[in-house]
C-alpha cells in the first residue's frame, strides 16, 4: 500500500464526453490482492473546493518489497475493481486506488478501458510501484494512424515486452523516439482535461524519471508514455522550441498564477525539474505553423551546457569539506553586450545525511568553491548542485557521498558524587560521542582544594571503566575533580569542575548567645561561627515561671537571630548549639537575657472641672491602667492655643489649674504619665474655649484715594482685641463742622464711600467695633477736607456768519465750582456726522471757524475744564454759510468712440448753495463745448482728427460764477480698420487645407472665412485669434472650397481679402492587416488578406508584393506580382527551401478618366518558408488511405530543417536531429503496414 501523501486533485471544471455509466475495469492475474485503499474515501474537501488526501503514516520498511499498482481516475470516471470471489467495487475519480500485491516478482496488469479512453503509465524503480492514468483518448490520435491502436478494450504495444506496460523495465531500454524529451522552464499547457491539475510531490513521483544513457553527455529524465504516435515524439524537438518561448510569457507570472507549480521529481538521489506537460497530441499539430526563433535555439543550448555540469569535487575534514565546481562555458554568442548587465552562471548546492532522505538547500550563487562547516565527524552525506542561468535551470548531477574524517571525543559531562565519607569519594560519568573513533581510556584528575591553576592537577585514574572510586582523603577536606576522554585520535576537552568534600568530626562546645539589642517584647542575639567547624546552629528558649521548659526558638545557618513576641521586662534563659555534616555540639552554657520595660498608658477621663472663665480653667484626670512595669512618679500636662504644645504643669496630683488665657479662645489640653523609662503615652485632648468679652478700640482709619468734591473712600482695620468672639459688624459716624453727628455705614467690610460732601469742607470720621457681647470703643477721630467739584455749564455759544467758508463763535465764563478753569472744549456737528467732535480747545472765549463749506449748516457745543473734571456741555447753536461757485468736477472719464470722436462723462460736483445751470467742456486751445443741460453728465464731441492726443477737461458753473476746471484727461482718437492680408493655401489633403496670411500691424485679431461649393454663398467664420497660419479640418474629398481672410484692430473689423481657391484631393484606402499564408509548398504558397473598406466613388484593387530573404539580416526587395480585386492569390514556381516576404497594400481605382489610381500603405511583411523536396519512395512503402506519407515526410523534414541553422556549435544537434528524422521515416513506414495487415 502506498502510504505516502497524495496528489491535490482539482475536479472544478472538467466535464468527460464519455457517459458517465463506462468505467476503467481492471483485472489482477496472478495476484493476491492484500490490501486496498481508496483515496476518494479518505479525502476531504478543503476551503477552495478541491479535494486533498488525507495524511496517512509512514510506510513500514517490508512492505518496500511487494508489488504495488496506483490507478488514478480522472473526474467523472468510474473504476470497477473485482475482488476475490464475485465482490465488485466502484470508484467515482478523481481518485487514487493503491493494489499492493505480497506475490514476489511483477505480474501483468491486464487493464480494460472504456471506448474512447486510453491508459498512461509511471513506474518507480525504487518502490515498485506503477501508476496508471485514466484519460479519454484525442480523436487525433486514430485519425493519423501512426500509434498503437485500441482494440477490445485492452492496450497493447506490438513489438515491447509487457513489462513496460506493467513497470517491470526501465526507459533505458526503450527506443530514443519512445521517450519524451523534457521542458525546461513553466509550461501553461496540462496533461489532463482542463480544471484537472496534478500537484506531484517529489515523494510520489520518485522513480518516474529514467535516466538517458544514449548521447552519453548529460543525464536527461524522461517519462514513459503509452498511446503517443511516433510522429508527436518525433516532433517533441521542435514542440520543446516553441514551449520554451511559452516558457518566458509563463516565467514573469509564476509567482502570480497559482495554478502554475513547481513539481520536483527524483530518481537514485538525483533531481530534476519537471514542468507541467502536456500529453494531448493535438499540441503537437497545431504548432506547424510556429517558426523557431534564434533566441528558443540558445536556450536550448545554454540548457544542454548546464546540464553537462559535471559532479563536484569534494576535499573532507572531519567538521568541515570544501566543494569545488567546474562551471561550464557560456559562448560569447548568447551573451549581453553590455558586460556591466551580463548574468552569471548561479550554482545551487544541496545536501543529505541520509541515502533516501529529502534534501536541503544550503547555498545559492556564483561561487565555485563553497566550504560547509559544523559537520558531524565520521558521518556520510550525499552533496548535488544544479546550474543556473537566468531563468534557466540544468539537472542535478549525481550525488557525490563522502565521509567526514574522525575526531577526538566531545568534550564529557562533569563526573557526579556517588558516595563520600571521611577517607574516599565515589564518582562515576557518561560516556560522550566518540566521533567516529572508539573511546581507549578516560583521564580523572583531582586537586585539594576549590579553585586552583589547570597545571596543579594530579592523574587519579586512568581506563576505560566510567566509575573509580578515590580512597584515603583526609576528613573535611574540599576536592576539585575533572574528566577527558581519549580515542585513537586524541583527548577531548575537560569536562567542568566538580568539587566534593570529604566528611569530618563534629564541632566542640560553642560560646553561649550574646545580646545585641533589647527592646519592649524582643531580643536580638549574636553568636559566633567557627570556619570549617560549624555548618548551621540551634537556638533554644526558656521563659521563666512556664513550665515548658527549653524550646526550639531557631535552626540555621546565620549568626544572629531576632527573638520576637516577647512580654515586656521579663527574663529569658537561652542556649545554643553547633552541628555539621559530622554532627552536633554539645549545647552552650543558658545565659538570661531581659526585655525593656514600657512607659506607661495615657490617664483616663481627662476633663474640665468647675466654671470656665475668661482668663482660667481647671483640669483633672485618672492614673493610667498599666504603669509599663514601673511606677509612676509624676504627670504632665499641657496646652495648645494653635502654635504647639506648652507644659503648664508637673506634679503627682491628678489635677491643675490653667491660669492668665486670653478671653474667648480656645486652648487644647493633653497630660500623660511619667516614670523612670520616660513619658507615657498622651491621653486624647480635650479643647476648652473661655468666656469673650466686648472688642477693644479700633485704630485710626485713613483715607483711600483724594478726597472729592462730595465722596470720599474711608478704609479701617478690625482691633487687635476681639473679646474672644468675631466681630459682626462695624460702624462709621461723620462730625460736621457744626458738630452735627451723621453715622455712614455699618456692615461687617472694613471700608466704606461717604457721599453727601460739600466741596472744600472739614470733616471728622470715627469707627467702632461689634461683636455678641457688645459694642467696642469709638476709635480716635480722622479730620478731612472734601475736594473741590466741577464748573457750571457754559452759556450757549453765539454765531456771526462773515463769509460762505468762516464763522465766528463766541461764549461767556460760567461758575469755576472752587477750582480755576484751565480750558474751554468747543465742539462742532457737520451735516454728513452723527456725533460731535472736538473742533478746538484753550482759555479763550471766541474762535474763528475756516474752510468750511458753502451754504451748509453748523452746529457748535462748548465744555469747561478744571482741576474737578469736565462740566456739562453748553446748549448748541447753529449757523448756516453763505452760497458760492460750483465745486471743480472730479471723476472725468474720457473715450475714445471712433477715428473722429470721443465720449466724456464725469460725476456732478457740489453745487456750494446755487444750482449748476451749464457745463464747459475744453478738449484743446481756444476749442470749448458747452452742456446748456445741467441734469447731464456725459458729452459726445465729433468731427476729431484720427489717431490724435487730445487734452480733455470740464467745469460747471451756478449763479454765483464758474467753478474751477477739473484735472486734465488725456486720450487718443482710434486708428482706422485695417487692409486685409493676403492669404495662400499651404498645404491640402482630402480632408484638410492649411492656410496662412500675411502679417497686419496693430491686428487684434484674425477671421477666416469659408464657402463650400458656391463663392456667392454667405462665409462662415472656421477661425478666430491672432495666428498667422490655421488648419481646417473635417471637409469633403474633391470638393471646392473659398476662403478669405479679415483683419480686426481697435479701429474696428477690415473688409476681407479676395476669395482663395481650394480643392480637396481623394481619400485613400486604408492600410491593411499582414496577409495570411496557406498550404506552403515546395514551389507554390497561397495568400490571402482581409478586404478594405468600400470608397464612395470607385472601385478597390490589392496590389501584392514578393521578397526573397536570403539571410535573417538581409534587406527587403520587393517586387509586384499581383494587381487585381481578389482577396487571395496562389504564388508558384517559387524555390524550394527558401525564405519569402510578402506584403499587401489596397488600390483605389477613380471612375474619372482623368483621375489615377490611388495606393494605400502597405501591410506588415510575413516570412514563410517553402518545403525542400522529399526523396523518392520506396518501392515497398504502403500506401495511406488518410494521408499520403510524402506529406507527412516532408512536414516532419520541414520541421526539422526550421531547426537547423549553419553554426559548427551545433553540430551535435544536428547529428540528433538526423537521428530523429530516420527514425521517424522509418516508423512512419513500418507501423501502418504493420497496422494493415
Same mark, same amino acid.
Given at each position: 500500500?502506498?502510504?505516502?501523501?497524495?496528489?491535490?486533485?482539482?475536479?472544478?471544471?472538467?466535464?468527460?464526453?464519455?457517459?458517465?455509466?463506462?468505467?476503467?475495469?481492471?483485472?489482477?492475474?496472478?495476484?493476491?490482492?492484500?490490501?486496498?485503499?481508496?483515496?476518494?474515501?479518505?479525502?476531504?474537501?478543503?476551503?477552495?473546493?478541491?479535494?486533498?488526501?488525507?495524511?496517512?503514516?509512514?510506510?513500514?520498511?517490508?512492505?518496500?518489497?511487494?508489488?504495488?499498482?496506483?490507478?488514478?481516475?480522472?473526474?467523472?470516471?468510474?473504476?470497477?475493481?473485482?475482488?476475490?470471489?464475485?465482490?465488485?467495487? =466502484?470508484?467515482?475519480?478523481?481518485?487514487?486506488?493503491?493494489?499492493?500485491?505480497?506475490?514476489?516478482?511483477?505480474?501483468?496488469?491486464?487493464?480494460?478501458?472504456?471506448?474512447?479512453?486510453?491508459?498512461?503509465?509511471?513506474?518507480?524503480?525504487?518502490?515498485?510501484?506503477?501508476?496508471?492514468?485514466?484519460?479519454?483518448?484525442?480523436?487525433?490520435?486514430?485519425?493519423?494512424?501512426?500509434?498503437?491502436?485500441?482494440?477490445?478494450?485492452?492496450?497493447?504495444?506490438?513489438?515491447?515486452?509487457?513489462?513496460?506496460?506493467?513497470?517491470?523495465?526501465?526507459?533505458?531500454?526503450?527506443?530514443?523516439?519512445?521517450?519524451?524529451?523534457?521542458?525546461?522552464?513553466?509550461?501553461?499547457?496540462?496533461?489532463?482535461?482542463?480544471?484537472?491539475?496534478?500537484?506531484?510531490?517529489?515523494?510520489?513521483?520518485?522513480?518516474?524519471?529514467? =535516466?538517458?544513457?544514449?548521447?552519453?553527455?548529460?543525464?536527461?529524465?524522461?517519462?514513459?508514455?503509452?498511446?503517443?504516435?511516433?510522429?508527436?515524439?518525433?516532433?517533441?524537438?521542435?514542440?520543446?522550441?516553441?514551449?520554451?518561448?511559452?516558457?518566458?510569457?509563463?516565467?514573469?507570472?509564476?509567482?502570480?498564477?497559482?495554478?502554475?507549480?513547481?513539481?520536483?521529481?527524483?530518481?537514485?538521489?538525483?533531481?530534476?525539474?519537471?514542468?507541467?506537460?502536456?500529453?494531448?497530441?493535438?499540441?503537437?499539430?497545431?504548432?506547424?505553423?510556429? =517558426?523557431?526563433?534564434?533566441?528558443?535555439?540558445?536556450?536550448?543550448?545554454?540548457?544542454?551546457?548546464?546540464?553537462?555540469?559535471?559532479?563536484?569535487?569534494?576535499?573532507?575534514?572531519?567538521?568541515?569539506? #570544501?566543494? =569545488?565546481?567546474?562551471?561550464?562555458?557560456?559562448?560569447?554568442?548568447?551573451? &549581453?553586450?553590455?558586460?556591466?548587465?551580463?548574468?552569471?552562471?548561479?550554482?545551487?548546492?544541496?545536501?543529505?545525511?541520509?541515502?533516501?532522505?529529502?534534501?536541503?538547500?544550503?547555498?545559492?550563487?556564483?561561487?565555485?568553491?563553497?566550504?560547509?562547516?559544523?559537520?558531524?565527524?565520521?558521518?556520510?552525506?550525499?552533496?548535488?548542485?544544479?546550474?543556473?542561468?537566468?531563468?534557466?535551470?540544468?539537472?542535478?548531477?549525481?550525488?557525490?557521498?563522502?565521509?567526514?574524517?574522525?575526531?577526538?571525543?566531545?568534550?564529557?559531562?562533569?563526573?557526579?558524587?556517588?558516595?563520600?565519607?571521611?577517607?574516599?569519594?565515589?564518582?562515576?560519568?557518561?560516556?560522550?560521542?566518540?566521533?567516529?573513533?572508539?573511546?581507549?581510556?578516560?583521564?580523572?584528575?583531582?586537586?585539594?582544594?576549590?579553585?586552583?591553576?589547570?597545571?596543579?592537577?594530579?592523574?587519579?585514574?586512568?581506563?576505560?571503566?566510567?566509575?573509580?572510586?578515590?580512597?584515603?582523603?583526609?576528613?573535611?577536606?574540599?576536592?576539585?575533580?575533572?574528566?577527558?576522554?581519549?580515542?585513537?585520535?586524541?583527548?577531548?576537552?575537560?569536562?567542568?569542575?566538580?568539587? #566534593?568534600?570529604?566528611?569530618?568530626?563534629?564541632?566542640?562546645?560553642?560560646?553561649?548567645?550574646?545580646?545585641?539589642?533589647?527592646?519592649?517584647?524582643?531580643?536580638?542575639?549574636?553568636?559566633?561561627?567557627?570556619?570549617?567547624?560549624?555548618?548551621?546552629?540551634?537556638?533554644?528558649?526558656?521563659?521563666?515561671?512556664?513550665?515548658?521548659?527549653?524550646?526550639?526558638?531557631?535552626?540555621?545557618?546565620?549568626?544572629?537571630?531576632?527573638?520576637?513576641?516577647?512580654?515586656?521586662?521579663?527574663?529569658?534563659?537561652?542556649?545554643?548549639?553547633?552541628?555539621?555534616?559530622?554532627?552536633?555540639?554539645?549545647?552552650?552554657?543558658?545565659?538570661?537575657?531581659?526585655?525593656?520595660?514600657?512607659?506607661?498608658?495615657?490617664?483616663?477621663?481627662?476633663?474640665?472641672?468647675?466654671?470656665?472663665?475668661?482668663?482660667?480653667?481647671?483640669?483633672?484626670?485618672?492614673?493610667?491602667?498599666?504603669?509599663?512595669?514601673?511606677?509612676?512618679?509624676?504627670?504632665? *500636662?499641657?496646652?495648645?492655643?494653635?502654635?504647639?504644645?506648652?507644659?503648664?504643669?508637673?506634679?503627682?496630683?491628678?489635677?491643675?489649674?490653667?491660669?492668665?488665657?486670653?478671653?474667648?479662645?480656645?486652648?487644647?489640653?493633653?497630660?500623660?504619665?511619667?516614670? #523612670?523609662?520616660?513619658?507615657?503615652?498622651?491621653?486624647?485632648?480635650?479643647?476648652?474655649?473661655t468666656r469673650p468679652v466686648v472688642p477693644g478700640q479700633c485704630c485710626k482709619p485713613w483715607l483711600h484715594g483724594k478726597a472729592k468734591a462730595h465722596v470720599l473712600h474711608l478704609k479701617w482695620a478690625p482691633p487687635e482685641n476681639t473679646g474672644?468672639?468675631?466681630?459682626?459688624?462695624?460702624?462709621?459716624?461723620?462730625?460736621?463742622?457744626?458738630?452735627?453727628?451723621?453715622?455712614?455705614?455699618?456692615?461687617?467690610?472694613?471700608?466704606?464711600?461717604?457721599?453727601?460732601?460739600?466741596?472744600?469742607?472739614?470733616?471728622?470720621?470715627?469707627?467702632?467695633?461689634?461683636?455678641?457681647?457688645?459694642?467696642?470703643?469709638?476709635?480716635?477721630?480722622?479730620?478731612?477736607?472734601?475736594?473741590?467739584?466741577?464748573?457750571?455749564?457754559? !452759556?450757549?455759544?453765539?454765531?456771526?456768519?462773515?463769509?460762505?467758508?468762516?464763522?465766528?463763535?463766541?461764549?461767556?465764563?460760567?461758575?469755576?465750582?472752587? *477750582?480755576?478753569?484751565?480750558?474751554?472744549?468747543?465742539?462742532?456737528?457737520?451735516?454728513?456726522?452723527?456725533?460731535?467732535?472736538?473742533?478746538?480747545?484753550?482759555?479763550?472765549?471766541?474762535?474763528?471757524?475756516?474752510?468750511?463749506?458753502?451754504?451748509?449748516?453748523?452746529?457748535?457745543?462748548?465744555?469747561?475744564?478744571?482741576?474737578?473734571?469736565?462740566?456739562?456741555?453748553?446748549?448748541?447753536?447753529?449757523?448756516?454759510?453763505?452760497?458760492?461757485?460750483?465745486?471743480?468736477?472730479?471723476?472725468?472719464?474720457?473715450?475714445?468712440?471712433? *477715428?473722429?470722436?470721443?465720449?466724456?462723462?464725469?460725476?456732478?460736483?457740489?453745487?456750494?448753495?446755487?444750482?449748476?445751470?451749464?457745463?464747459?467742456?475744453?478738449?484743446?486751445?481756444?476749442?470749448?463745448?458747452?452742456?446748456?443741460?445741467?441734469?447731464?453728465?456725459?458729452?459726445?464731441?465729433?468731427?476729431?482728427?484720427?489717431d490724435t492726443l487730445y487734452r480733455v477737461r470740464v467745469q460747471a458753473v451756478n449763479s454765483v460764477g464758474a467753478g474751477a476746471f477739473s484735472s486734465p484727461v488725456k486720450v487718443?482718437?482710434?486708428?482706422?480698420?485695417?487692409?486685409?492680408?493676403?492669404?495662400?493655401?499651404?498645404?491640402?489633403?482630402?480632408?484638410?487645407?492649411?492656410?496662412?496670411?500675411?502679417?497686419?500691424?496693430?491686428? +487684434?485679431?484674425?477671421?477666416?472665412?469659408?464657402?463650400?461649393?458656391?463663392?456667392?454663398?454667405?462665409?462662415?467664420?472656421?477661425?478666430?485669434?491672432?495666428?498667422?497660419?490655421?488648419?481646417?479640418?473635417?471637409?469633403?474629398?474633391?470638393?471646392?472650397?473659398?476662403?478669405?481672410?479679415?483683419?480686426?484692430?481697435?479701429?474696428?473689423?477690415?473688409?476681407?481679402?479676395?476669395?482663395?481657391?481650394?480643392?480637396?484631393?481623394?481619400?485613400?484606402?486604408?492600410?491593411?492587416?499582414?496577409?495570411?499564408?496557406?498550404?506552403?509548398?515546395?514551389?507554390?504558397?497561397?495568400?490571402?488578406?482581409?478586404?478594405?473598406?468600400?470608397?464612395?466613388?470607385?472601385?478597390?484593387?490589392?496590389?501584392?508584393?514578393?521578397?526573397?530573404?536570403?539571410?535573417?539580416?538581409?534587406?527587403?526587395?520587393?517586387?509586384?506580382?499581383?494587381?487585381?480585386?481578389?482577396?487571395?492569390?496562389?504564388?508558384?514556381?517559387?524555390?524550394?527551401?527558401?525564405?519569402?516576404?510578402?506584403?499587401?497594400?489596397?488600390?483605389?481605382?477613380?471612375?474619372?478618366? &482623368?483621375?489615377?489610381?490611388?495606393?494605400?500603405?502597405?501591410?506588415?511583411? #510575413?516570412?514563410? +518558408?517553402?518545403?525542400?523536396?522529399?526523396?523518392?519512395? !520506396?518501392?515497398?512503402?504502403?500506401?495511406?488511405?488518410?494521408?499520403?506519407?510524402?506529406?507527412?515526410?516532408?512536414?516532419?523534414?520541414?520541421?526539422?530543417?526550421? *531547426?537547423?541553422?549553419?553554426?559548427?556549435?551545433?553540430?551535435?544537434?544536428?547529428?540528433?536531429?538526423?537521428?530523429?528524422?530516420?527514425?521517424?521515416?522509418?516508423?512512419?513506414?513500418?507501423?501502418?503496414?504493420?497496422?494493415?495487415?
Open positions: 500500500m502506498d502510504h505516502r501523501a497524495s496528489p491535490t486533485v482539482s475536479s472544478s471544471s472538467y466535464t468527460d464526453s464519455t457517459p458517465s455509466d463506462q468505467h476503467l475495469d481492471v483485472g489482477v492475474e496472478s495476484c493476491r490482492t492484500s490490501h486496498m485503499s481508496s483515496e476518494s474515501s479518505n479525502n476531504t474537501q478543503s476551503e477552495d473546493g478541491h479535494l486533498r488526501a488525507a495524511h496517512q503514516p509512514d510506510q513500514p520498511e517490508h512492505t518496500l518489497q511487494r508489488q504495488e499498482h496506483v490507478i488514478t481516475v480522472m473526474s467523472n470516471e468510474q473504476l470497477k475493481i473485482h475482488l476475490k470471489g464475485d465482490t465488485v467495487r =466502484h470508484v467515482t475519480g478523481p481518485a487514487n486506488v493503491t493494489m499492493v500485491s505480497n506475490s514476489g516478482p511483477h505480474t501483468p496488469l491486464h487493464i480494460h478501458a472504456p471506448q474512447g479512453h486510453i491508459v498512461q503509465q509511471v513506474y518507480d524503480e525504487s518502490s515498485g510501484i506503477s501508476r496508471f492514468i485514466l484519460r479519454p483518448q484525442h480523436p487525433s490520435m486514430n485519425q493519423r494512424g501512426t500509434g498503437p491502436s485500441v482494440s477490445g478494450h485492452r492496450i497493447h504495444h506490438d513489438g515491447y515486452s509487457s513489462s513496460y506496460l506493467n513497470g517491470g523495465g526501465s526507459s533505458q531500454h526503450l527506443p530514443l523516439s519512445l521517450q519524451q524529451q523534457q521542458y525546461t522552464g513553466y509550461s501553461t499547457q496540462h496533461p489532463y482535461p482542463a480544471g484537472f491539475q496534478p500537484q506531484y510531490h517529489h515523494h510520489l513521483m520518485h522513480g518516474a524519471v529514467h =535516466h538517458m544513457v544514449h548521447n552519453g553527455n548529460q543525464n536527461n529524465n524522461h517519462i514513459l508514455q503509452h498511446g503517443v504516435s511516433a510522429e508527436d515524439r518525433v516532433l517533441s524537438h521542435h514542440h520543446r522550441s516553441v514551449q520554451g518561448h511559452r516558457d518566458k510569457q509563463v516565467h514573469s507570472r509564476r509567482h502570480k498564477d497559482p495554478d502554475i507549480i513547481m513539481q520536483h521529481c527524483y530518481t537514485n538521489g538525483s533531481s530534476a525539474e519537471v514542468n507541467e506537460r502536456s500529453l494531448d497530441l493535438n499540441s503537437c499539430s497545431s504548432s506547424t505553423d510556429s =517558426h523557431e526563433t534564434s533566441s528558443e535555439e540558445e536556450r536550448r543550448i545554454v540548457l544542454e551546457l548546464l546540464c553537462s555540469v559535471p559532479v563536484p569535487e569534494v576535499k573532507v575534514e572531519s567538521r568541515r569539506a #570544501v566543494i =569545488h565546481i567546474t562551471a561550464p562555458d557560456i559562448p560569447d554568442s548568447l551573451l &549581453s553586450s553590455d558586460e556591466a548587465v551580463c548574468p552569471e552562471i548561479q550554482f545551487q548546492l544541496q545536501y543529505t545525511d541520509k541515502k533516501d532522505g529529502p534534501y536541503k538547500v544550503v547555498y545559492e550563487g556564483d561561487a565555485t568553491t563553497i566550504e560547509m562547516q559544523d559537520l558531524k565527524p565520521a558521518t556520510g552525506y550525499y552533496v548535488r548542485i544544479c546550474a543556473i542561468f537566468e531563468d534557466i535551470r540544468g539537472n542535478y548531477t549525481e550525488p557525490v557521498i563522502f565521509e567526514t574524517l574522525p575526531s577526538p571525543p566531545d568534550k564529557p559531562l562533569k563526573p557526579k558524587l556517588v558516595q563520600t565519607t571521611k577517607s574516599f569519594i565515589s564518582l562515576k560519568w557518561n560516556a560522550p560521542a566518540d566521533n567516529g573513533s572508539k573511546i581507549t581510556h578516560y583521564l580523572l584528575e583531582y586537586y585539594k582544594g576549590e579553585q586552583l591553576p589547570q597545571s596543579a592537577y594530579s592523574t587519579c585514574y586512568k581506563g576505560n571503566k566510567k566509575e573509580f572510586k578515590i580512597n584515603k582523603l583526609l576528613p573535611s577536606q574540599c576536592y576539585t575533580f575533572r574528566l577527558s576522554a581519549v580515542n585513537g585520535i586524541g583527548s577531548s576537552e575537560y569536562s567542568d569542575e566538580t568539587v #566534593v568534600c570529604t566528611k569530618g568530626v563534629p564541632p566542640p562546645i560553642p560560646n553561649p548567645p550574646h545580646l545585641s539589642e533589647s527592646t519592649t517584647s524582643s531580643l536580638l542575639l549574636t553568636w559566633i561561627k567557627r570556619p570549617g567547624v560549624d555548618r548551621e546552629f540551634v537556638l533554644q528558649q526558656e521563659e521563666e515561671n512556664t513550665g515548658h521548659g527549653f524550646i526550639a526558638a531557631y535552626t540555621g545557618p546565620e549568626v544572629s537571630y531576632r527573638v520576637d513576641h516577647l512580654q515586656k521586662s521579663t527574663a529569658y534563659k537561652f542556649r545554643l548549639q553547633a552541628a555539621n555534616d559530622d554532627g552536633k555540639s554539645s549545647w552552650s552554657t543558658v545565659v538570661t537575657h531581659r526585655t525593656r520595660a514600657d512607659v506607661a498608658t495615657s490617664p483616663c477621663k481627662l476633663t474640665v472641672k468647675g466654671k470656665v472663665t475668661s482668663r482660667m480653667f481647671r483640669l483633672s484626670w485618672e492614673p493610667p491602667v498599666e504603669d509599663g512595669g514601673v511606677d509612676v512618679e509624676s504627670y504632665v *500636662a499641657q496646652l495648645d492655643s494653635g502654635q504647639g504644645y506648652i507644659q503648664v504643669y508637673e506634679g503627682p496630683v491628678c489635677e491643675c489649674s490653667c491660669a492668665n488665657l486670653l478671653p474667648g479662645f480656645t486652648y487644647k489640653a493633653r497630660v500623660a504619665a511619667k516614670s #523612670v523609662v520616660g513619658v507615657g503615652q498622651w491621653s486624647e485632648s480635650v479643647e476648652v474655649t474672644g468672639a468675631p466681630i459682626r459688624t462695624f460702624r462709621a459716624q461723620l462730625v460736621n463742622a457744626d458738630n452735627t453727628v451723621r453715622q455712614v455705614y455699618q456692615g461687617p467690610a472694613t471700608d466704606c464711600m461717604v457721599a453727601g460732601l460739600s466741596p472744600g469742607r472739614s470733616y471728622l470720621l470715627q469707627v467702632q467695633a461689634v461683636n455678641e457681647v457688645g459694642v467696642g470703643e469709638w476709635s480716635e477721630p480722622l479730620e478731612v477736607i472734601s475736594g473741590p467739584g466741577v464748573p457750571e455749564p457754559p !452759556t450757549q455759544p453765539k454765531c456771526l456768519v462773515k463769509s460762505p467758508h468762516v464763522v465766528v463763535v463766541s461764549w461767556l465764563a460760567p461758575c469755576n465750582n472752587g *477750582a480755576k478753569i484751565t480750558e474751554y472744549k468747543l465742539e462742532w456737528l457737520k451735516p454728513d456726522q452723527q456725533e460731535y467732535i472736538l473742533l478746538s480747545s484753550g482759555t479763550e472765549l471766541e474762535f474763528t471757524a475756516k474752510s468750511l463749506l458753502a451754504n451748509t449748516e453748523y452746529s457748535f457745543r462748548v465744555q469747561a475744564v478744571n482741576s474737578s473734571g469736565h462740566s456739562p456741555y453748553s446748549l448748541p447753536v447753529t449757523a448756516l454759510t453763505l452760497p458760492t461757485s460750483p465745486s471743480a468736477v472730479h471723476h472725468v472719464k474720457v473715450t475714445a468712440v471712433s *477715428a473722429n470722436s470721443i465720449m466724456v462723462s464725469w460725476k456732478a460736483p457740489d453745487n456750494n448753495g446755487c444750482e449748476i445751470t451749464q457745463y464747459n467742456i475744453e478738449y484743446g486751445k481756444n476749442m470749448l463745448q458747452s452742456v446748456t443741460d445741467s441734469c447731464l453728465t456725459e458729452a459726445l464731441i465729433e468731427d476729431l482728427n484720427p487718443s482718437t482710434l486708428s482706422l480698420p485695417p487692409s486685409p492680408p493676403n492669404i495662400e493655401c499651404s498645404g491640402v489633403t482630402y480632408n484638410s487645407v492649411k492656410l496662412k496670411w500675411s502679417e497686419v500691424d496693430k491686428c +487684434h485679431r484674425y477671421t477666416i472665412w469659408m464657402c463650400r461649393g458656391d463663392p456667392a454663398a454667405v462665409p462662415q467664420s472656421v477661425y478666430q485669434g491672432v495666428a498667422q497660419f490655421c488648419k481646417v479640418s473635417k471637409l469633403q474629398e474633391c470638393t471646392p472650397y473659398y476662403f478669405s481672410v479679415s483683419a480686426t484692430n481697435a479701429a474696428g473689423d477690415g473688409s476681407p481679402s479676395l476669395p482663395l481657391t481650394v480643392v480637396t484631393t481623394r481619400t485613400p484606402p486604408h492600410s491593411l492587416k499582414a496577409p495570411t499564408v496557406k498550404e506552403a509548398g515546395e514551389d507554390c504558397c497561397t495568400i490571402s488578406w482581409q478586404s478594405a473598406k468600400t470608397m464612395l466613388t470607385g472601385s478597390i484593387e490589392y496590389r501584392l508584393q514578393l521578397s526573397e530573404q536570403e539571410h535573417s539580416n538581409s534587406p527587403l526587395d520587393y517586387k509586384q506580382v499581383y494587381q487585381g480585386s481578389g482577396t487571395s492569390y496562389t504564388l508558384s514556381q517559387l524555390s524550394p527551401g527558401t525564405s519569402y516576404s510578402v506584403r499587401v497594400c489596397a488600390v483605389r481605382v477613380c471612375t474619372e478618366a &482623368s483621375a489615377d489610381t490611388i495606393a494605400g500603405a502597405y501591410s506588415p511583411g #510575413v516570412l514563410f +518558408h517553402t518545403s525542400k523536396p522529399a526523396p523518392a519512395p !520506396t518501392p515497398t512503402q504502403p500506401t495511406d488511405t488518410t494521408r499520403p506519407v510524402n506529406s507527412q515526410l516532408a512536414i516532419f523534414r520541414e520541421r526539422v530543417m526550421r *531547426a537547423i541553422q549553419p553554426d559548427e556549435a551545433k553540430q551535435p544537434y544536428l547529428v540528433m536531429a538526423a537521428l530523429l528524422f530516420v527514425v521517424g521515416i522509418v516508423m512512419a513506414v513500418v507501423i501502418p503496414y504493420l497496422l494493415s495487415l
